[in-house]
């Protein structure tokens, strides 16, 4: 069994930060990658950055490139995503996500096999 359970969400102003956490366990714990995506209402889920777990190699959307940043403390299970320069259109529910294949974890893990419940993170303007 696979479990990846967000935290971190919040409501912040445009500017700000915030850093969401994921906690992996079971079977999500020895996935290739794991990675982040987010959905804003009325919009398809979007890949935004992913992680290998074993090498650390970060791969991320233009979108966020130079304003958020995934790291991964193997010792704990958990992967944190980094957000700074937070814009009112980061705005949406994330979700955590673990990819088992390697040729499909990365670079925008076109096929999790395992997804968490979601953080909401909205940005005020």
């Known amino acids: 069994q696979a479990q990846l359970v ?4 919040g409501v912040v102003q445009a500017g700000g930060s915030l850093r969401l956490s994921c906690a992996a366990s079971g079977r999500a714990l020895r996935a290739y990658a794991l ?5 804003a209402p009325g ?4 890949f935004v950055a992913a992680i290998s777990w074993s ?3 970060t791969y991320y959307a233009d979108s966020v490139k130079g304003r958020f940043t995934i790291s991964r403390d193997a010792a704990k299970g958990t992967v944190y ?4 320069s937070l814009k009112p259109a980061d705005t949406a529910v ?3 996500a673990a990819g088992n294949n390697i040729y499909t974890s990365i670079p925008t893990m076109r096929s999790p096999d395992y997804w968490g419940q979601g953080t909401q993170v909205t940005v005020s303007s």
């Not at 967000?6 to 969400?9: I, K, L, P, R």
């Not at 990675?35 to 959905?39: E, K, N, S, T, V």
């Not at 919009?43 to 979007?46: A, D, L, Q, S, T």
Request: with cysteine; proline share 0%; net charge neutral.
């Open 6 to 9: 967000e935290s971190g969400g």
């Open 35 to 39: 990675g982040w995506f987010r959905q």
């Open 43 to 46: 919009k398809e889920r979007e």
């Open 55 to 57: 090498s650390g190699s």
């Open 81 to 84: 995503l980094q957000m700074n």
């Open 94 to 96: 994330y979700y955590c």
